[in-house]
């Protein structure tokens, strides 16, 4: 789907898929590629949000310390600074701003209590323009409504082994 299609698809539904809140509630886009930042920069900014992006976890820590957001999505695997331990640095920092992490593969570690930091939802590439919208929608509105945001396991993923991988998941 090209960018045009996207953005058209996008405008359609911006009422229905951002929670009500005033002012328009801020994004941070964390991710390497330059295509799919701006790809899920501009859908997210049509639909309404303020977006900012980084293009590492160095970035990202420089734009946190800077500005307050309502929602992270970060890409895990980055150079430099991975997804993980960009989460894990803002968690031992005491941010808890909500995140949502996208993964291009899924782990290969054993099934381990809590081997994540507290992550909100996952993303699972490729992810199609409505995963992100309602992954995003979820979470900001979990969020502000001061419920205790818990994992999401990705729409777009239908595997035995990714189910008892989030089954032993405590957070």
């Known amino acids: 789907m090209d960018a045009y299609n996207v953005l058209r698809c996008g405008g359609a539904v911006r009422a229905a898929l951002q929670c009500q809140t005033h002012p328009p509630q801020r994004i941070l886009v964390v991710e390497d590629e330059p295509d799919i930042r701006q790809l899920d920069t501009e859908v997210l900014r049509e639909s309404g949000y303020q977006v900012d992006t980084a293009e590492n976890g160095l970035r990202a820590l420089d734009s946190l310390n800077a500005d307050h957001y309502d929602l992270l999505i970060i890409e895990e695997e980055m ?14 920092e005491g941010l808890l701003v909500p995140v949502i992490l996208v993964l291009g593969t899924m782990p290969t570690e054993g099934l381990s209590p809590n081997p994540w930091p507290q992550v909100q939802a996952i993303l699972l590439k490729p992810y199609t323009v409505a995963e992100l919208f309602r992954t995003v929608r979820e979470v900001l509105c979990a969020a502000s409504g001061g419920a205790h945001v818990r994992y999401a ?16 998941l405590t957070i």
């Open 79 to 92: 150079s430099t600074v991975t997804g993980l331990e960009l989460v894990n640095e803002l968690r031992s």
């Open 153 to 168: 396991p990705p729409a777009n993923w239908q595997s035995p082994v990714f189910s008892s991988w989030l089954m032993g």
